[in-house]
C-alpha cells in the first residue's frame, strides 16, 4: 500500500488523460458514420486497449474527411 501512495502522483494524470481520451474517441465513435472496418471492433479498440486504444482509434479508424 505504501508503494501505491508513493506512485499516486504519477498515476493520476495518466488515469486522468486515458479518461478524458476515452470518452473524445467514444463520443467521436458515436458521430462517425463511416469508419475503415466494423465500428463493433474499433468500439472494442476504444474500451480494452486502455490507454492507446483512443490514439489508434483517432490515427486509423476515421475516414479523411472529404468536401
Do not use: H
Not at 467514444?26 to 465500428?39: A, S
Request: aromatic share 16%; hydrophobic share 60%.
Amino acid at each position: 500500500m505504501e508503494k501505491l501512495l508513493e506512485y499516486l502522483p504519477y498515476l493520476i494524470p495518466v488515469v486522468i488523460i486515458q479518461l478524458i481520451l476515452m470518452v473524445a474517441a467514444l463520443l467521436d465513435w458515436l458521430k462517425q458514420p463511416n469508419l475503415r472496418g466494423n465500428r463493433w471492433v474499433w468500439l472494442a479498440v476504444i474500451l480494452f486497449v486502455n490507454l492507446f486504444g483512443p490514439i489508434i482509434y483517432f490515427l486509423f479508424a476515421r475516414q479523411p474527411y472529404r468536401d
